[in-house]
Structure formats: structure tokens, C-alpha cells
């Protein structure tokens, strides 16, 4: 790169601002003859340094503030070291921000995926095709001459999930990765949920990718920092722009299982032996939680670390805390630091209370060894959660797009600590010939009121969620536990209506202390919770207002017709159908 020349490449250039080198539009040449577009931001010097790269299609030369306006507003308010020490010019949606790493003696790159941004091609979002050229831009960036040959992967999201997929290709170059609140299973994360049909992939793809499709150009912005256009440069028609990109919401549509569309996709944790640090939202289910913990959890690294927090889906990467900690672990693989890392716990939890109040605490494992795995049994007398299951049976009815059914338990004597994975056993019937479960954690407060909590996205979600399509009950017993049922969603299994089906149902991991005298409950229904008081108007990138799980809703008509999902759901419990939720309670060490 050092020996390309300005005007020897139409869109390459090179400056020293804001105390480095940037490299604006670098080349980097793919396998099949494409051009990929990147921007290189390093100190302005001769010395080799460790590379931070991050590849996708938001856009590299999109400043945070464009389309996310309100995330911005949002971080700086809450997060008022943020916007400190920087000038902010260099600022992008879910990746680091250059002037605060590039002193710190690493170069940062963003590469514009293909079909994306400055960068020509086809547009496939989470394709195969884009994890090879993910791995060959590792591969090129670890031979550059102001490289160390040490490539580290940060970012969030749609940064993070890539990060899994290309770690398990194993480039050569490829020596650490921070996935922040990146899914890890595209069927069951991103797409489908229990085998229900999320919308929020349709949305996401309208508002975020299209807008910075690569041909969008002179219709969409222009970077702050060099006046290019961000999608640019060229400007395509709009018959061209859709027949270089694919349609998400049909294909997603036309593959309601698990089948080879997202086997391309498949994330093979036992292939991935770099360094890991697997930073988690508790607040992030459907799309984000869970593909950070099994990650952690099942990756083959034997040097892995897992965080976990709360609040905003994109803030704390960008706090001090967030950049302390990956300073820390990117110090130690990329530099060679150990010290700076040796004292980090192998698993750092911020354990949530309620009122935003978090407790960073160590632990070893995931899950916590020491978890009282404990059944609370629905009981119908009341709808009150049990200790034990109780001898009398009975059928409770509920209209499925109504509130549903809600077990709540007795008010708990002492400080109690709910964290980690859990799931539900219910005996379900149904008039048609399917049924859809949503089931919720809830907690309430001695007088009732129900505790929300900041989500990753919605300021007011519960304390966690889980899924499932009573037709999609196969499970994996080779892959399943008793915490985390595994559903294999390659066959649908109709109902027959009035017969009673076992239904094991997982729940995406949560970390909640609930104070003396607070209740949780269990909420069953055939249709999203809806948090009872005021809705949110929502965030500047997402097309719906937030009435309790952000933009992850189920309301496709299509995938839910309402002859088979507008329906009678009955729960069987007692003696002979012992319904029950499984909960982590933590015992004090």
C-alpha cells in the first residue's frame, strides 16, 4: 500500500490529521478480481504497530450521527467521557473510534464490506462470501510494512457476529477477537426466534443497510471527515441498486427452517482457538445475548474471557470501561503485555439491581458452578410459581393474542440472585393445529408493580424472554440441556388440536438481584409483551416505537396467519403435567 501513490489509484489518497495517518479508500484486492475499499488510521511513523480491523456494511465513512442520531444524543448524554478527548470527526455506528486507539499505538482499519459503502459488488449480508474476503483482509493487513502481523477484531453487532464466523476460518494473521454483543446462530438469533418469525431482519435491512448500499450515493450523505460520498462514488439507478443486492426479508421468508441457507451461515465454535473476549448485554435477547455466551462457552480457545453488562446496546464499547478492558486484552495478545491482563477474572459480570444499578463482580465459569438450578412449579390455585408441583391437575385456558396467563411467586425472604440461563417445561394443548409461546420473566415489586429495566434497545424490557412454535418442539438431546433445550427447527410437527404436547422452551440468560420482598412471575401468552405503561417513540434508526421488546417483533401476518395463531391455548399443570421454570438462583460465596 505504502507504494501506492495518489492519482495512481482514482479513489486512494493519504493525509496526516487529527495526530495520525489516515489512508482513505485503500485497495485491497479479493481472490476473485474485486476491489475492496478500506481506510487505515495509524500513527505517522516507520514503526510496525498491531492492527484493530473491522469489516461491514454500515459504512466507513458514515459519521455515527447520521443515521443514528438519537444513539448519539442518547451515549453522550449517559456517557459523558465518550465524546472526551476526541474530536469526534471520525465517529461510526458500532465501531472504534480512531483518535482515542491510534495514540495508543494501534492502527485501525474499517473495511466497507462487499456491496457496501465505497466498496462495488453484490450485496449478501452474513454470506459466505463475505467471510472469505473478511479473512483475506485479515490476511493482507497482517503483511503490510507498518504491520506487526497481529490482527485483532473489535466491534459491535453485525461487527461482533462476523468476527465468530471469520475466527473460524482461522487466518494466519489472526491473533485476537472482541466480539461486543454479537449473535452467534443466524436461525435462532437473528431470524427466527423459537422458530416465530422475527420482522425485526426486514426493518433492520430497510433503515441501515440500503440507505449505504454501495451505488446509493449522491442520495445518501457524505462523510464529515473527507466530504466523499459514504456510499459512493458512483450513483447507481434504483433497478440497479436492487438487482445488486438480495432481498433479506423473501429469503429469510422462504427458509422457516434451519436448512442450507443458514448452514452457509453456521458459526463452528470448535474451529475458533484465538483469544476471546465475549462481551454480552443482558438486556440484548433476542438478537445478542446468547450468541455471546455460547460463544464463550463453546469456542475451542483455551484463553477466553467473558463480560457481561447492561444498558445501551452500543454504549458502553465507546465508555472508558469498554475501551479499558479491550486496551487491556488487546495489549496483552497483540502486544505482548501480560501484565496488564494477568489479574482479569475469566468471567467480570455486572450484575444488575433494580434502578440501573450494576455490581461488577468475578466469577470462573459460565454458567456460575455454584447455581442452585431450581424448578418453581405452576400452580393453578392463585397462578402462583410452587416450590413443588402440586398433586391436583388442572387445564387453564387463554385467548392467545390477549395478556396471556401470569404465575407470580411467593414475595422472596432475603436479597436473591437470578443469573444465568434458564427455560420452561410447559404441557401445552391447542384448538388449531399450532401454537405459538412467548413466555417472560417478570419481576415485581411487594406492591405489584412490575420492575422494567433498560434494555439493549428498549428502556423498558423484562428481565428476560424466550420462544417457541409448539410445531418446532423437536429437540437436540445430544445438545441440549436441562438449562438450554436445543431445537433443531428442521421439521415442522403440526398439532393435533386438544392434545397435549411437551414443550421444553429455552430463556435467553439474565443477571437480576431481586431485593427482600420482591416477586418474580411467569408470563405465558401467544403474542409479545407489552410493557404496561407508556411506549417509547423509539431510535432514529429503527422503524417502530418500543412497547417493551424494542424492535425484535413477531407480527409478521404471513408467518403468524391468524386462522392458525389467533387461537385457544390451554396450559396443563399438576401432578401429571408438572409444569415448571427452571431458574439459576446463586447462592452467596
Not at 231 to 246: C, I, Q, S, Y
Not at 416 to 423: R, S, V
Not at 549 to 570: C, Q, Y
Amino acid at each position: 500500500m505504502d507504494d501506492i501513490k495518489t492519482g495512481a489509484d482514482n479513489m486512494f489518497r493519504s493525509e496526516v490529521r487529527e495526530g495520525m495517518r489516515i489512508d482513505w479508500d485503500v485497495p485491497i484486492l479479493m481472490d476473485d478480481g474485486l476491489v475492496l475499499r478500506a481506510n487505515v488510521y495509524r500513527p505517522d511513523d516507520d514503526e510496525k504497530y498491531p492492527v484493530i480491523m473491522s469489516y461491514g456494511p454500515y459504512g466507513k465513512d458514515l459519521h455515527f450521527e447520521e443515521l443514528y442520531k438519537t444513539c448519539w444524543d442518547l451515549m453522550c448524554q449517559n456517557h459523558p467521557d465518550v465524546p472526551l478527548g476526541s474530536t469526534n470527526i471520525h465517529q461510526a455506528w458500532e465501531v472504534a473510534d480512531p483518535e482515542k486507539w491510534v495514540p495508543r499505538g494501534y492502527i485501525l482499519i474499517r473495511v466497507d464490506s462487499r456491496g457496501a459503502g465505497r466498496s462495488p459488488g453484490y450485496l449478501e449480508v452474513f454470506a459466505r462470501r463475505e467471510t472469505l474476503d473478511f479473512a483475506q483482509c485479515i490476511e493482507w493487513a497482517g503483511v503490510q510494512s507498518w504491520s506487526n502481523g497481529k490482527v485483532g477484531l473489535s466491534g459491535i453487532s453485525y461487527y461482533a457476529i462476523n468476527q465468530w464466523m471469520v475466527a473460524a476460518e482461522q487466518p494466519s494473521h489472526l491473533a485476537a477477537i472482541c466480539p461486543w454483543e454479537g449473535s452467534a446462530d443466524y436461525y435462532r438469533e437473528g431470524a427466527y426466534h423459537g422458530g416465530i418469525y422475527s420482522t425485526f431482519a426486514k426493518h433492520w435491512y430497510d433503515m441501515q443497510i440500503m440507505q449505504i448500499q454501495h451505488g446509493y450515493g449522491d442520495r445518501g450523505y457524505k462523510s464529515r471527515a473527507n466530504g466523499e460520498l459514504a456510499a459512493g462514488p458512483v450513483t447507481l439507478t434504483d433497478e440497479e441498486l436492487k438487482d445488486n443486492r438480495f432481498d433479506l426479508h423473501a429469503t429469510l421468508s422462504a427458509h422457516p427452517l434451519d436448512d442450507e441457507f443458514f448452514a452457509e451461515r453456521f458459526i463452528d465454535f470448535s474451529k475458533i482457538e484465538v483469544p476471546i473476549l465475549s462481551c454480552s448485554n443482558w438486556g440484548g435477547a433476542p438478537l445478542h445475548p446468547r450468541g455471546n455466551f455460547n460463544g464463550f462457552m463453546h469456542s475451542a480457545s483455551h484463553e477466553k474471557y467473558l463480560e457481561v453488562h447492561g444498558l445501551e446496546h452500543w454504549s458502553l464499547y465507546y465508555t472508558d470501561y469498554g475501551n479499558d478492558i479491550q486496551w487491556r486484552f488487546f495489549d496483552k495478545y497483540l502486544k505482548g503485555q501480560d501484565s496488564i491482563w494477568e489479574s482479569q477474572p475469566r468471567v467480570s459480570l455486572n450484575v444488575r439491581h433494580p434502578g440501573e444499578k450494576f455490581v461488577l463482580r468475578d466469577e470462573d465459569d459460565w454458567p456460575l458452578p455454584r447455581t442452585d438450578w431450581t424448578k418453581f412449579y405452576l400452580e393453578p390455585e392463585g397462578q402462583v410459581l410452587s416450590g413443588s408441583s402440586s398433586s391436583n391437575s388442572a387445564d387453564i385456558t387463554y385467548s392467545a393474542m390477549g395478556d396471556g396467563l401470569t404465575f407470580i411467586s411467593s414475595p422472596v425472604e432475603k436479597e436473591t440472585e437470578i443469573c444465568g440461563p434458564m427455560a420452561a417445561k410447559l404441557f401445552v394443548s391447542s384448538d388449531t393445529k399450532d401454537a405459538d409461546i412467548f413466555v417472560i420473566l417478570r419481576v415485581f415489586q411487594s406492591d405489584f408493580k412490575e420492575v422494567t429495566f433498560r434494555g439493549a434497545l428498549d428502556p423498558h424490557t423484562p428481565v428476560a424472554s424466550g420462544w417457541l412454535r409448539a410445531s418446532h418442539r423437536k429437540t437436540d438431546p445430544d445438545k441440549s440441556e436441562e438449562w438450554a433445550p436445543y431445537h433443531t427447527h428442521d421439521e415442522i410437527q403440526e398439532l393435533i388440536p386438544g392434545d397435549v404436547y411437551e414443550l421444553d422452551i429455552e430463556i435467553h440468560a439474565t443477571g437480576i438481584v431481586l431485593p427482600e420482598g420482591y416477586r418474580f412471575g411467569l408470563s405465558i401468552r401467544g403474542c409479545d409483551y407489552v410493557y404496561p405503561g407508556e411506549p417509547n417513540t423509539g431510535l432514529s434508526n429503527m422503524k417502530n416505537t418500543f412497547t417493551g421488546v424494542g424492535p425484535f417483533l413477531h407480527d409478521d401476518p404471513d408467518n403468524r396467519p391468524a386462522e392458525v395463531f389467533d387461537n385457544n391455548v390451554t396450559i396443563h399443570v399438576g401432578s401429571n403435567y408438572p409444569s415448571y421454570v427452571l431458574l439459576p438462583i446463586i447462592p452467596e460465596k
